[in-house]
């Protein structure tokens, strides 16, 4: 069964930091990349970061440095702590998973979370 569920965000003033929690299945942790989305209103969604099934990550040139994604094996949960929040941060949040075991191009994502809206004002 698919499932990513996510939860966290808020709303936060810049330079605050907040966390996203994200919910998913073991064979997602074992085989795939997961990673964390973003879209502002109006745009499209982009990629912030992926990690994949051994722990190596990737970031967007805008999260690096201030955010960090990371999961928990033993929880099947992925995190993303956002650190040093700008208002081009706001936006719905995604978690997603990929299923492709060998590669984590920001285009292969096809299973998604419900969402979740971060505001930085």
């Known amino acids: 069964d698919v499932q990513l569920v996510e939860s966290g965000g808020g709303s936060v003033q810049a330079g605050g930091s907040l966390r996203h929690s994200c919910a998913a299945s073991?064979?997602?942790?074992?085989?795939?990349?997961l990673g964390w989305f973003r879209q502002a209103p109006g745009e499209e969604r982009d990629g912030v970061a992926v990690i994949d099934k051994d722990g190596s990550t990737g970031y967007a040139d805008s999260a690096k440095g201030r955010f960090t994604i990371t999961k928990d094996s033993a929880k099947n949960t992925l995190y993303l702590q956002m650190n040093n929040l700008k208002p081009e941060d706001t936006g719905m949040y995604y978690c997603?998973?990929?299923?492709?075991?060998?590669?984590?191009?920001?285009?292969?994502?096809?299973?998604w979370g419900q969402g979740t809206q971060v505001t930085v004002s």
């Open positions: 073991d064979y997602m942790f074992m085989t795939y990349c």
């Open positions: 997603a998973s990929n299923n492709n075991p060998y590669g984590c191009p920001w285009d292969s994502y096809v299973y």
